[in-house]
């Protein structure tokens, strides 16, 4: 089973298994294995979840799709893309 996963979309991201998550892949790239930290940078990075569609409760940002690399690097901290 994946612990992380894009939406059939490829538009928004979802956390299947947050106590893996936090335990396993949080302090291998992050400084602190707390999601609720991993959630508070996902907001200052201009990151919502999905509250409709066929995303719902799935994380999204305008420039994180997959396949879309390159867009990554509009990524900035204090807010959208």
Not at 3 to 31: C, M, N
Not at 58 to 65: E, G, L
Request: hydrophobic fraction near 35%; charged fraction near 20%.
């Amino acid at each position: 089973n994946a612990v992380i996963r894009w939406s059939g979309s490829g538009r928004a991201f979802h956390i299947d298994d947050t106590q893996v998550f936090s335990s396993e892949i949080l302090p291998k790239y992050f400084r602190t294995n707390k999601f609720s930290s991993f959630q508070r940078n996902l907001n200052l990075y201009g990151f919502a979840k999905v509250r409709r569609g066929p995303d719902t409760d799935m994380y999204a940002h305008p420039s994180f799709i997959r396949g879309h690399q390159e867009a990554v690097a509009q990524l900035r901290k204090g807010g959208g893309s």
